[in-house]
């Protein structure tokens, strides 16, 4: 793998100071409601630490485990509160951007830790590490290392890393008379999701992301307009998803699922389709490498693994991580980071494999992982696709031709979050036939050309 060199957010256009966009933030957030996300200290010198989550089987198991760090930690109580991706990631921002504190550390992304560093929004985690002779920070994969560095400071670890794959029923394809190809493109992909489709028997070619929201429905839209040649805009911020390949990739999209897709795809996120696939209703599924350490039953005995589908551009994988970091407003920094220490430690990794099962050890984090035999064997079927995956997810050159932001299934400006739910909304409209490919792609062309404005000048 080599490591991919993030530039500082310090050297894109900034027309606006850090206090206008947090102000800006919290107007878009001021409606949203806070629930119990409470902490504080417990009696006896015990320290009680909130962490806000996202919702997923690895944050799952990290609750599972919660005892095992308390029992060890006795002065540390953890209270997880865990919401849907949407939900948190409002919550968490509000709470960072107004500098409360109600959250000592929360799951964020590769897209928020260097915008949110910019911002002070983060403690910086150098100093703590620098402490720990045993957290080795040179162990974590170079590219979701440098992610999540801003000035060559770390300001969050990594509690999974991932890109993204194309995950199939072999059984499933072979009754077909279907072969996958490592590197398969996205005809191919719809050809043979068109083969196996049989919603007659309960059975679907391909389960995509169809819920609103920057961090589901685009994630996998972002990688299909990208190897289509699309982007976000141009080098002079000049809005881009009016043009012929935004056309083509979006088109593709709605009609796969239309033809092959999972019924009610407007509503299925990452945890919906992966019901779907460990339930067997659908024969293949494209979204997080991440998603193979969650596989049950017939889906973990017959499952194959391929690269990212292609169109133009090679290598249209995403890189993401699912992150611990530590706000800056914390008054228990010390009590945070002895649990965020513990939580991405290369003993965790161990922990998860003897108590819970070595197929979900959580991915993508630490080079060392590889090496445990257990784990090796337990993800021989999909390790190395996620690891070569990662190597070559190129954030500065996303997509064919050149763009002035960082990110795959994201545009690294504070913007961004806004903008990209905006823009999905318009693409659900699309996939339940509520409205057109071009009167989506006009309206969300006028808003990405009011964020590009900004950066303009």
Known sequence: MTERKLRSPDHRPRPRSAVTL???????????????????????????????????????????????????????????????????????????????????????????????????????????????????????????????????????????????????????????????????TWDQVAAAA????????????????????????????DTVVNTYGGRWFDQSWNAQLNTPAWRDALTFYVNLLKTAGEPGAGSAGFTECLNAYNNGKVAMWYDATVAASFFTGDAAKNSGYAYAPTKVKDWSGWLWAWTLAMGSASKKKDAAWTFMDWATSKDYAKLVGTKLGWTRVAPGTRTST???????????????????????????????????????????????????????????????????????LQKAQALAAAVGKVYQH
């Open 22 to 184: 947090v102000a800006g933030l919290v107007l878009v957030l001021v409606a949203v409601a806070c629930s119990g996300a409470g902490g504080g200290g417990g009696g006896g010198g015990t320290t009680t630490i909130t962490l806000g989550s996202v919702d997923n089987p690895s944050m799952t198991d990290l609750k599972k485990l919660v005892p095992d760090f308390e029992s060890s930690h006795s002065g540390i109580k953890v209270n997880i509160v865990t919401l849907p991706e949407d939900q948190i990631r409002q919550q968490v921002t509000q709470d960072v951007a107004t500098q409360s504190g109600k959250f000592d550390l929360f799951t964020i992304g590769t897209y928020e830790v260097p915008l949110w560093a910019k911002l002070n929004w983060l403690a910086d985690l150098t100093p703590y590490i620098a402490k720990d002779s045993s957290y080795d920070p040179g162990d974590l994969i170079p590219g979701i290392k440098t992610a999540l560095t801003y000035q060559n400071d770390l300001y969050a670890v990594p509690f999974y890393g991932e890109s993204s794959m194309l995950m199939y029923r072999k059984d499933m394809l072979a009754a077909k008379g279907v072969t996958m190809p490592d590197h398969p």
């Open 194 to 221: 068109r083969a196996v489709n049989n919603p007659g028997s309960g059975l679907n070619g391909i389960c995509l992301r169809g819920l609103p929201g920057w961090g589901e429905q685009l994630a996998p839209l």
């Open 370 to 440: 590889y090496s445990i035999p257990e784990y090796k064997a337990a993800s021989a079927g999909f390790a190395q696709v996620t690891l070569d995956s990662i190597g070559h997810a190129d954030v500065t050159h996303p997509t064919v031709d050149p763009v002035p932001y960082i990110g795959i299934q994201y545009v690294d400006i504070t913007e961004f979050q806004k903008l990209g739910d905006d823009v999905s909304q318009e693409f659900a409209k699309v996939i339940a036939g509520n409205e057109s490919v071009d009167a989506a």
